[in-house]
């Protein structure tokens, strides 16, 4: 077939050859994957010789999995595994026998406090960092030892390591220019690119008069040119304020779900991590805490470190009556949990914000306000329950010295099996003389 006449012929077409000449039951699994269908159904009138790169990509994909795969991109493969990675500095710790599988397509987080290790399992994967023992494999295959410029990865650092002497084109065509890519289609994809992250119009721009939120965007248009297979973030919002910070993670989302390449992205923050991942890998102390959807890591955490390093939470002792029963605070409640031994030691868990104030004789515990603070749409309250600080979240104002009660629903009630973090976290005394000495601190006389 003539290659011009080829390229006029409009998407829809190419579907209905890729049905025709492929299994039926492969085409119709393919076209259930929601980002075909989305693909198909904006341009399926569109040619394919009009099509962006990014566009081709995409149409490129699903004839492979058509023709090639029998569709099955439904069933999502691994695109990088760590296995029973351990490293060392200086006879320290940093990582203890991690092992994490990251599916192809997936925006995973890697959340926890400085030190954790999250940092060198990025470096890892990149080929920054050699592991002292354990596999990193790549698309199936090992890869220990494989350079970083001959890995199928990009990264994007805190600094975002942007050229000052070029200008913001040239920055992105770098990659380009160092694979020898030709002129005219690298500024096709140049332009492609710039369109993608909201810069055009300022390619010409030197990047020291660029704004944090545009450095950051040419740092992300520079790393995708290439069009790595995965795209490896490390802390890349931290220097940005905090609107533009929320800014930045839906543009990331929204290019990493265009695009469809997997994104390791690290960082301390909470709520990035739950605004923009599906999965989402906290670490301690060189360990995997726990794996699992922001939804599932926020509701369902694993251990005390978890529950109080994800949001607020409320961590008491308690005793597992039998399913569905909890004795905790001197008070024995329903709950949702089960699968734990009659009598077992346990810790409890309660978010503030599922905490009701009532009065005290309607309150399932009662206690006496210690300190309130006003956060806009709510108010941080500690009530001091038998020597406990608990926060409760609230849209009404208690003052300090009111006696209250807590009504406590079933489905707030989370159990944890006791772990090493146990009794460490989810008492908010400290929090409480923190707010007391700042209320009580007097002010500053201006000079």
Not at 82 to 111: H, M, Q, R, Y
Not at 207 to 233: E, W
Not at 438 to 444: G, K, L, M, V
């Amino acid at each position: 077939m003539n290659i011009s006449v080829y390229q006029s012929i409009c998407v829809e077409s190419v579907f209905r050859f890729y049905a025709v000449v492929s299994e039926k039951n492969k085409f119709e699994k393919t076209m259930k994957n929601p980002l075909f269908r989305a693909f198909y159904e904006e341009n399926a009138g569109i040619a394919q010789g009009n099509l962006r790169y990014s566009e081709k990509n995409s149409l490129f994909l699903c004839r492979h999995l058509v023709l090639n795969k029998g569709g099955c991109f439904m069933e999502k493969e691994n695109i990088v595994e760590l296995k029973n990675i351990s490293v060392a500095f200086d006879g320290e710790t940093v990582l203890d026998d991690i092992s994490l599988a990251i599916e192809n397509g997936e925006f995973v987080t890697l959340l926890g406090p400085s030190g954790c290790g999250k940092t060198t399992t990025l470096r890892i994967i990149a080929g920054f960092v050699e592991p002292d023992a354990g596999d990193i494999v790549f698309e199936g295959e090992k890869i220990n030892g494989v350079p970083a410029y001959k890995r199928q990865v990009n990264t994007i650092f805190q600094r975002y390591a942007l050229f000052p002497h070029l200008n913001v084109y040239e920055n992105i065509a770098f990659g380009l220019r160092i694979k020898k890519t030709p002129e005219k289609e690298l500024k096709k994809k140049v332009q492609e690119m710039l369109e993608l992250v909201n810069m055009s119009g300022l390619e010409r721009r030197r990047i020291d008069t660029l704004s944090g939120g545009q450095q950051q965007r040419v740092a992300i248009a520079r790393a995708i040119a290439n069009h790595p297979k995965v795209l490896l973030l490390d802390e890349p919002l931290a220097a940005l304020d905090l609107k533009l910070r929320k800014d930045m993670q839906k543009e990331l989302k929204k290019i990493q779900q265009k695009l469809g390449i997997t994104f390791v992205f690290v960082t301390h923050d909470q709520e990035e991590a739950l605004t923009m991942s599906d999965t989402v890998v906290v670490m301690d102390s060189g360990k995997i805490q726990q794996i699992g959807t922001p939804q599932d890591i926020y509701n369902e955490p694993k251990n005390a470190f978890v529950a109080d390093f994800i949001g607020e939470s409320n961590i008491v002792d308690g005793i597992m009556n039998r399913d569905y029963s909890v004795t905790f605070s001197g008070n024995t409640f329903e709950c949702l949990d089960k699968g734990f031994g009659d009598g077992e030691a346990v810790d409890v868990v309660v978010r503030p914000e599922d905490v009701d104030i009532v009065s005290p004789e309607k309150g399932m515990l009662t206690g006496t306000v210690t300190s309130i603070a006003f956060l806009g749409v709510h108010y941080e309250i500690i009530v001091d329950i038998g020597g406990f600080k608990w926060m409760i979240q609230t849209t009404d104002n208690h003052p300090v010295g009111e006696s209250v009660g807590l009504f406590i629903e079933p489905d707030a009630i989370h159990i944890m099996k006791k772990s090493e973090y146990s009794g460490k976290y989810g008492d908010y005394s400290s929090y409480s003389e923190e707010m007391e000495e700042t209320n009580e601190a007097p002010e500053e006389v201006a000079e």
